[in-house]
């Protein structure tokens, strides 16, 4: 049996840098290929520039290495997206044909591709949002990621590319800095509690918005890529959930570790976006296909968080 080579597209992101040694320990230091459009300050493994719109390339690293499975994290962001539209459609929609055009051609044997709660609008319902919904994304990253989740389901029919793929809630984790979602006041949030004992959110201290831990949605990835293909039996995306919290109520549970921590509120133009998702995720069916459950709440999370800074 062939061996699993894996290639990560945005390894230097927030979610690719911890994917990225988790695979190693579990495939291989050598078997695990980071990849991003730039270099990282300390890389410790295999690692080669891409840019996800250079289908030469792309193809290239995948001969280099045998890859024979893609986990596809390039992408731009809800809040940074809007701030070129244009720009970030160009990349989340056409690098990701590029990995299913490679995946196509190269015979690859799985895909991973990350979706988000972004695909929700605000006809949606909020509470407990169900598998099956509507779907209408207000932002040009939503909407990338709905266009996303049809294109893999149109692959896995067409052509049996066995795509995987999540909606992502907010994902925390102290691993990396933020990188210009809506939910990441919920990371900002720690590092300036330590820093300075205060922190201004851009959100509104009643917004509640679905949330994971990063031990949380690394193990579940995992999960769902290592599932057998009759139990992965949705080929656009799963709903995940963990957890859901307004600003308020993680502000209450970091003062029980740091009592002079102060917090306000300015909300943004990320309030808009954060306004139009849901409040609380359906992941039932997630759970019935594949196994998935969560080990983090609200007091667990925080209490790593603050630990693992520290």
């Known amino acids: 049996m062939k061996k699993d080579n894996i290639l990560i597209i945005g ?54 290495y045998q890859i024979n499975q893609i986990y596809h994290l390039a992408a731009i962001l809800s809040a940074k997206g809007e701030l070129n539209p244009l720009g970030t459609w160009d990349i989340n ?13 190269k015979n690859i044997k799985k895909v ?3 979706s988000s709660i972004a695909v929700f609008g605000p006809t949606t319902p909020p509470n407990q949002t169900p598998q099956d919904t509507v779907l209408t994304p207000t932002t040009v990253y ?25 909606r992502y809630p907010g994902i925390i984790g102290y691993q990396s800095m933020p990188g210009g979602g809506t939910t990441d006041y919920a990371v900002d949030i720690f590092h300036e509690a330590l820093k300075q004992q205060k922190f201004t959110s851009f959100l509104s201290e009643e917004t509640e918005l679905p949330m994971i831990y990063m031990e949380d949605a690394i193990r579940g990835t995992i ?12 080929k656009t995306s799963y709903n995940l959930a963990a957890m859901s919290f307004t600003p308020k109520q993680i502000a209450a549970e970091i003062k029980k570790h740091i009592p002079s921590f102060e917090m306000t509120y300015a909300p943004d ?21 594949w196994g998935w459950k969560e080990a983090f709440g609200l007091p667990e999370m925080v209490h ?5 800074l520290r």
């Not at 459009?37 to 193809?59: S, Y």
């Open 304 to 308: 790593d968080m603050l630990k693992n």
């Open 93 to 105: 929609m056409n690098g990701l044909f590029n990995i299913l055009e490679l995946a196509r051609e």
């Open 142 to 166: 939503g909407m990338s990621k709905v266009a996303g989740e049809y294109w893999t389901n149109y692959y896995f029919l067409k052509y049996g590319i066995d795509v995987r793929s999540v």
């Open 223 to 234: 999960e769902l890529m290592n599932a057998p293909l009759e139990q992965v039996k949705i």
């Open 269 to 289: 133009y990320r309030q808009a976006i954060a306004d139009s998702w849901p409040n609380s995720i359906d992941d039932r069916i997630a759970r019935e296909h």
């Open 112 to 114: 991973f591709y990350p």
């Open 11 to 64: 390894a230097n992101g927030q979610i690719g840098s911890v994917l990225t040694q988790t695979l190693r320990s579990i495939y291989g230091h050598n078997n695990v290929i980071a990849s991003d459009i730039r270099p990282k300050a300390e890389e410790t493994g295999p690692f080669e520039l891409i840019n996800v719109l250079d289908r030469d390339r792309l193809n290239e690293v995948v001969e280099k």
